[in-house]
């Protein structure tokens, strides 16, 4: 584990960035905005020699300032927003696949009162996909699904990534309110992954006229070499808190890191939102720890609304792109259960285990870095999405409903089908479908 930290083999076989993001601080030709990926506070502590699972977060964002950044924003913020969007998206696809009517709020109903939310083309467009969703905040699953699954496609959440979603915020939301046009600021991203700087290039998630929205991703441990060349001691470095209006998250944010933990954050918001009454329980042990395929099943309450009563919720989880592949081949076979919602991220143990985190020989590091991922979430004030006043505050200020016309706008993206092969007449997909959902079968 050690030798990652003396030598920086690591960073010269993978594509590096620090030095222009060395060059940009440097130059203080734009607005320096950092913004730190979930796994990155319980890694970057162990990349400069401190102990597995050492939870840095205040020593991190002190240190990024000692860099140079003018603003220093979380992430989190945008994991909890993505729960936001994918939540609703998640009861939009249910209440479809169940016969249900759509609500008002998401812009496709007749009901919706100012008339603006509904603007035209947005109900034809945002007309929600099928069941099972799966998630889309691994670009690492993003890109296989494209490859090799195409016709899972539909299938995919069509919520960004946090970090893409925080690009997007960053660049129009934030930039307005400092008075500037999105060209004035250079948003580097901190992340566990080296799959980031891919996602970052990708054509779907630019605005026309515009250029990316994250100008810069550095990994874990590109960070700390960073911080080794500037000589920026993060260890013995008092806390600073992170900025705001992009700081602020919750329990719900932080847990992204982990496998399971998009699953468990979205549930404790998409339960609520769709009963009106809390997860019983915060923690869904049943999704937690590093098995590669993990289920759990949910019965939301009789008292819930307008046929959502009783109605099991069953999900999957997956980390790793064999165990997705197994899983996914299950699936197809139909041995597996008619999932709803299915998490896949493409690192083993989810982020914390991520291509771009420190090299460690310790086979209990993904435990010690899961267990202070777990941490964070139990000491945060507030433990879900929807309760972060500042993503309350962005919604009410700017965004409007989640899954409105400007959310998809800035915060929901498409995928293309890069296979390049001639597939097989058989569709997956449908299969899929059957084995998922009996009831829709013709
Ligand atoms: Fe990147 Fe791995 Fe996390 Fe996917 S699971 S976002 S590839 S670090």
Redesign the pocket.
Known sequence: GQCAVMCPVGAISERAEWREVQDELDAKRKVMVCVT?P?VRVAIGEELGLAAGTVTTGQMVEAQRRLGFDFIFDVNFAADLTIMEEGTELLRRLRKAWGLELPAASGGAAHSAGGEAASHGHEHSHEPGPLPMFTS?????VTTVEKSYPELIPHLSTCK?PAQMMGAVVKRYFAAKLGKSPEDICLVSV??????KY?AERGELRREGEGQDIDYVITTREFGRLLRERHVPLASLPESPFDNPLGESSGAGVIF?N?GGVMEAALRTAYELASGQPLPKLRVEAIRGLAGIKEASLALPDTAPHGLAGRQLRVAVA?GIGQARHLLQRMHDGLAPRYDFVEV???P?????????PKSDDPLVLLKRMGAVYTIDERSAIRKSHENPSIQKLYKEFLGEPNGPLAHELLHTTFADRSHTSLPAYSTFERMEEAAHPRLQK
Do not use: R
């Open positions: 990926a796994a905040c691994c670009p690492g699953w990534s992340a566990p992954c080296t799959a980031k996602e890191g496998t980390s991220m493409a690192c143990g989810g982020c914390i285990g991520g291509g771009g985190q």
